[in-house]
């Protein structure tokens, strides 16, 4: 049975495990969509001891009938995308069939990079600690209508002369030196590779609904990074919640029928910015241990603490969302003490300590941990539907 166009969205800071459901649900959409962000983004998936790394392409893609889309609301960073996907097809995965752009997706240079890096240094204490990736700048470049759309690819000429005109620029400004050459040389070495892949994607999308076909839309970071809803300078530069996806891929919101929240059974976070239950102390080391928590594209640390379930409840009012998909609640088993934040104090839960990744059934799981995802769905104030109990792609227990 076909699924209801569906998007996912994280409800924390990023790594809810989002890849995991989006792997168990893929199989049952024809599309799977990117909307915003670009390869800040990444995760790994292992299957049969093979391993799978994504930052921009929809992990969606990892099931071989799904056509996977990059949206208008993301940056591509060229060279990147095609290691991701030759890396992608030397494990046997066909990716070049089935892949469209946007052409008004946006062109991330390698001086974003650089642009990023300066202005991290320049902000000293006040760093964002964002991933280096060119994200911020590249917006900024979309914002204030400089911005090269992969589109421009299409005739050199063009792109030649924004790309001169944008180092000049920021050599002016910033006093880099840019190299306009050498940029352009790198645009220019991987253009033809690309070109087949770009459309006007907004366009076919809703042709492809309106024909039937079923859309998951994958979502990136999450809602505490957006940068209007998010804990604001500390967030990325696109908007990551639910009118994100529109916005991002040109579709309207009646099409969007179900919306799926992640949530981390604790929380963590990299980069700066407030985080009012981190654990500074063994537990949290414990925490980041167990739960293997080291980012997947810059292999920082992640900050690790309790669940916070007021900025979950605040995530699923505003993105409107239907159900939680609860991640890594196996990270838990056995920790010295459990508590979640809500309503401006600390809760305090019994603790549990059987191995819980074999388990399929929810009423199988311990009275503690039942009584922990109980509770939380009080206080998300939205069913809890399914529940990561390991590292396992079966590892996941759906409740009716
Ligand atoms: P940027 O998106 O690289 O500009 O980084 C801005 C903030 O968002 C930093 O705190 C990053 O660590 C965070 N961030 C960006 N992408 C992700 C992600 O996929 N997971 C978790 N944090 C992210």
């Known amino acids: 049975m076909k699924q209801q166009n569906t998007a996912i969205i994280g409800t924390q800071w990023g790594d809810e495990g989002k890849g995991k459901l989006v792997d168990a649900l893929a199989s049952q959409f024809d599309i799977v969509a990117r909307s915003t962000g670009g390869s800040n983004a990444g995760h790994t998936i292992v299957v049969d001891g093979q391993k799978y790394v994504f930052h921009l392409l929809p992990s969606g893609m990892l099931h071989k009938n799904t056509i996977g889309l990059i949206g208008n609301g993301c940056v ?38 650089l642009i990023d890096t300066r202005l991290e240094e320049l902000k000293g204490d006040n760093k964002i600690g964002t991933t280096k990736q060119g994200i911020g700048p590249c917006y900024v470049d979309k914002a204030m209508r400089i911005g090269i759309r992969l589109g421009d690819l299409a005739d050199e000429a063009v792109l030649k002369d924004k790309i001169v005109k944008n180092c000049d620029f920021y050599n002016k400004t910033l006093d880099l030196k840019l190299n306009s050459q050498q940029e352009l040389a790198t645009i220019l070495a991987v253009r033809e590779q690309v070109l087949g892949f770009l459309d006007d994607t907004s366009l076919w999308l809703n042709t492809q609904i309106a024909a039937g076909k079923k859309v998951l839309f994958e979502g990136a970071q ?19 919640t639910i009118g994100g996806v529109c916005t991002g891929l040109g579709v309207a919101p009646k099409h969007i029928a179900n919306i799926i929240g992640i949530t981390k059974a604790y929380t963590t976070r990299v980069g700066e910015g407030p985080f009012r239950t981190e654990l500074n102390n063994d537990l949290g080391k414990v925490i980041q241990t167990t739960g293997h928590e080291f980012g997947a594209t810059t292999g920082r640390p992640r900050r690790c603490g309790w669940l916070d379930a007021d900025i979950v409840r605040e995530s699923v009012i505003i993105n409107g969302i239907d159900e939680i998909n609860l991640t890594k609640l196996d990270v838990l088993t056995g920790l010295a003490e459990l508590k979640v934040f809500y309503q401006g104090e600390y809760k305090t839960f019994e603790v549990w300590s059987e191995d819980i990744s074999q388990i399929s059934r929810f009423e199988n799981l311990p009275p503690a941990a039942q009584k922990y995802v109980l509770e939380l769905e009080k206080m998300f104030g939205v069913k809890i539907r399914s529940i990561g109990v390991g590292p396992e792609r079966e590892a996941l227990i759906f409740r009716n």
Do not use: F, M
């Open 76 to 113: 591509v960073h060229l060279p990147d995308l095609i290691n991701e996907i030759n890396n992608l097809e030397k494990t046997g995965l066909d990716i070049k069939n089935r892949l469209k752009i946007s052409n008004k997706a946006h062109l991330l240079l390698d001086y974003h990079r």
């Open 222 to 240: 999450a809602h505490h990074l957006d940068i209007d809803h998010g804990t604001y300078p500390y967030v990325t530069s696109s908007a990551v």
